[in-house]
């Protein structure tokens, strides 16, 4: 989740427009409120009162659209910086925002990838899944789901674990001998056919 004052901009057949806007993000969508003023015409943080307790001038569901940032060429015609638009996969609507520097910009996208796309709809990793096997190694001693395990099943799991790393290492070594050895092949025959003396 993230709050925090944004310019919006919007257009209609006379002229286009930025408007300074409270914008909520949350788990599913974009909203986005007035922002109070003073009497003064200074705008009040409106972070001190509940959001939802204000009439959201627009509710921008996160699936319905797709997240693009703004190249340069477009901000020069838009007269904004650090913007980023949302645009509806069906392409009718398009919602430009500014930021009012690069880190903001940086965390606002960063902060919308990540609802739109939450950590466990990612690829799994070779890392995620070694994790996986590991934690599940560990269920399997620790049946009784304590979080622990006793020595004896440790001391095994350790001899399991130094017998797969020799056997790892065992064949690493012999691989690495091979490629040594393919290499020398190649030296030689590189160097005979170049008439050269062979390398040992």
């Known amino acids: 989740m993230k709050s925090g004052k944004l310019a919006k901009h919007s257009q209609n057949f006379f002229r286009t427009k930025w408007s300074d ?3 909520h993000l949350d788990a599913h969508a974009l909203r986005w409120y007035p922002m109070l003023v003073t009497l003064k015409s200074q705008v009040v943080d409106q972070s ?9 001038s627009k509710v921008l569901l996160l699936h ?7 190249a340069a060429p477009a ?10 638009q949302l645009v509806a996969k069906n392409q009718s609507v398009t919602k430009t925002f500014a930021c ?3 880190r903001e910009l940086v965390e606002w996208v960063s902060a919308i990838h990540q609802m739109m796309y939450p950590q466990h709809n990612a690829p799994e990793t070779d890392g995620d899944k070694r994790r996986s096997e590991a934690q599940a190694a560990f269920k399997k001693l620790d049946v009784k789901g ?3 395990i006793d020595s004896s099943k440790l001391r095994l799991l350790l001899e399991m674990i130094s017998f797969y790393l020799a056997t790892y290492l065992d064949s690493i070594d012999s691989l ?3 490629y040594i050895s393919t290499a020398h ?7 005979r056919l170049r008439g050269s003396p062979t390398e040992p």
């Open 176 to 178: 690495l001998h091979l």
């Open 75 to 84: 901000e020069s015609r838009l007269r904004r910086k650090h913007c980023f």
């Open 185 to 191: 092949q190649l030296v030689r025959r590189h160097c």
């Open 48 to 56: 001190a009162f509940a959001l939802y307790r204000t009439k959201a």
């Open 21 to 23: 806007k409270w914008v």
């Open 100 to 102: 009012a520097n690069e």
């Open 64 to 70: 319905d659209y797709t997240l693009v940032a703004v």
């Open 146 to 148: 304590a979080g622990k």
